[in-house]
Structure formats: structure tokens, C-alpha cells
């Protein structure tokens, strides 16, 4: 039966949602399971739980330990997670690897470029556009690891060559990258950008084919920054032959 099919079959049946409304509090997961249960063709039963005691209370009498709670003919569902699954909707389990950061950083980076090359050049075509890619990924690369250099650095240590001999090189890496894809934009320093660029890029290329292609290790990528749910691979190695072919590139320009 299609997804169409289905929403047809529940038009107009009932949903009771049970979810808590505070004055300094809405739950953000009741207000997602009301959407959902409303585009899936629902008629919500909407209950606010109001008060503490009056979500202490409706806790205990169903024995459940979180809200918001979704009932349909008389079964209880449970949350908003459980909701998707019992709507056949995609859950994603806790620590379940996606490229969907990586996707997004790597396809607005796409966008700016080909923007840049249209303002400037009146093209989205350019030479200078291809070179915008690379160096503006390289920037929001660097600054998803810049929210966190802590972190960052704690799950590089687990793959990269240098930063295990020197620890300090993982601190130092969100800044390196994000100076050189910076001055790459503005075409500047390129006798800084340059080494910077060809030096990071070779040693993280080495780090993650040899993890990855020779130890065969399964790993989190560091790449988005340290709560990476990236697998190690591909994307990571990709990210570092990026950087030295652009500092190869600049290098002989």
C-alpha cells in the first residue's frame, strides 16, 4: 500500500497526544509528533500537560518515563521516535552513521561558489569558481571543527599520524585549515596558504589511507567536527587530496 494510500485510510481517525505546556516550557518533540500526526491525516486529540505535577501524574498512571505520548485507537504508541516508526517514517538509531553533514557542508560550499563566480564573472563557469569550491570547503570544514577544537582533537588523535606524536597538532589543525581556505578565497599569502594547505592535507591523506585502506579500522571521521557521526573513509580522504591538489594548483598558478 502507498504512502498516499495509507494517509487516505487514517483521514479522520482519531490520534490522542498527550504532551507538556508550560509557561516556560513547550516540548518541542510534542509540538513535532502534532505536525506529523496532522500531515499523516490524523484528527489530533490535543492534551496539554500543563504543570509538573500534572506530568508526574500522567507519567505514573501510564507508567512511563518521558513525554510526549501519542495513543492511537487505544494503543499507546509512545514518543515521537516510536511515533515515526509506527508511521513507517526513517528512525535513526543513537550513533548511526550518516554523510548527511558532510552532503550539506560540501553542497552550499558548491552553491557560494558558483554564486561568487556568477557575481564576479557574470559565469557560473569559472576557473576561479572551481578554485572557490575547494577553498570555501576547506573554510567550513574548519570551522565545524572550531565549535569544538577539544573534541575535535580528542577524536583525531584516533587515526591521525602526526597528532599522535604530537598532540598540540590537533589543536593547531582547525586553525591551519580554516587560515588556508580563507586566504585561498581571497587568493592572498599564497606563499603561506600554499605549504600550509600541502602539508595538512599530505599527512591527513596518509593518516586515513593507512587507517582505513591498510589497518582496515572502522572509525568516526573528525572531518565535521568531534561529534561526527561521518564514517572514516572516503569523504575523509577526499577532503585531504582536495587540499593538496589545491595547494598544488595555487603552487603552480
Known sequence: MSRTDQKDNRRNQTAELHRMVMEDHVCPYGLKARDLLQREG??????????????????????????????????????????????????????????????????????????????????LLSVRGGEWFIAISMTLLGVQKLQDVESFSTMFLNYDLLARRMVRYGYVYPFAETLAGVLMIAGALTWLSVPVALFIGTVGAVSVFKAVYIDKRELKCACVGGDSQVPLGFVSLTENLMMVAMGVWMWLK
Open 42 to 123: 490524523f484528527v489530533v486529540d490535543d492534551n496539554w500537560l500543563e504543570s509538573r505535577e500534572e506530568t508526574d501524574r500522567f507519567q505514573d498512571e501510564h507508567d512511563v518515563e518521558t513525554t510526549p505520548q501519542i495513543f492511537i485507537g487505544g494503543e499507546r504508541i509512545g514518543g515521537y521516535e516510536a511515533l515515526r516508526e509506527h508511521l513507517g517514517r526513517d528512525v535513526r538509531e543513537a550513533g548511526e552513521t550518516t554523510y548527511q553533514p558532510v552532503i550539506a557542508l560540501f553542497s552550499v560550499a558548491l552553491l557560494m561558489a558558483l554564486a561568487l563566480s556568477w557575481a564576479v564573472f557574470g559565469s
